[in-house]
């Protein structure tokens, strides 16, 4: 059934004028449908409630100098590396060395006088970085694409060598006890 352009009336084939608004009907150009009644009313987007632009003052906020030139990948973004929180969380969680890295310097005083709080926080803190959902001292979200292949040699590579250095050793010590491997 068209409708009117100007007001969404109901409109018959015959009609030539909106019995509602009054105004000329063309059925020559396609008109979208309106909306149910009831239905909830369409809004234009509105501004971003995420914050935009560079957080950083005008001066440089980087004793070396600014490594990104002042140019962040993405708004809201971190410049800091996700991959190198990642592994500082990992290894050095339980004393907060990530969170210094993170410009969070009392939080690091409270996980290194806590041993990363018994390390539940620093399991917190590695499913946070993990998630994207862990932020530098500035708010801005630590989410850098990682590189997932090295993070997982990283942390993977060690556990292995322990678990074949026990192996290992269990093999070695049952050949010793059976008498196969003389000492």
């Known amino acids: 059934m068209p409708v009117c352009a100007n007001c969404g009336n109901n409109l018959t084939p015959s009609d030539k004028v909106c019995p509602s608004c ?10 979208a449908p309106a909306a149910p009644a009831g239905s909830a009313p369409q809004y234009a ?3 971003s409630p995420y914050p935009t632009g560079n957080p950083y003052p005008a001066g440089n906020p980087y004793p070396g100098g600014d490594p990104y030139g002042g140019a962040y990948p993405q708004d809201g973004q971190s410049p800091l590396s996700k991959t190198a929180t ?6 050095l969680g339980y ?3 990530h969170r210094f890295f993170a410009g969070k310097i009392g ?8 041993a990363g709080g018994f ?25 850098k694409p990682c590189n997932v292949p090295l ?8 556990l292995i060598l322990v678990a074949i250095s026990v192996a290992f050793f269990f093999v070695f010590a049952a050949a010793v006890s059976a008498g196969e491997l003389a000492i």
């Not at 990642?86 to 290894?91: A, G, N, S, T």
């Not at 939080?107 to 806590?114: K, P, R, V």
Request: net charge negative; proline share 6%.
């Open 119 to 143: 390390g539940i926080w620093t399991i917190i803190d590695f499913i946070m970085i993990c998630l994207n959902r862990f932020t530098d001292s500035n708010g801005l979200l630590v989410n």
């Open 107 to 114: 939080t690091g005083i409270l996980m290194l006088i806590t």
């Open 151 to 158: 993070v997982l040699v990283i942390i993977l590579l060690p």
């Open 45 to 47: 987007p509105g501004p």
């Open 95 to 97: 004393l907060g060395v």
């Open 86 to 91: 990642v592994l500082l969380c990992w290894f």
């Open 22 to 31: 009054g105004k000329t009907v063309d059925f020559s150009t396609p008109v």
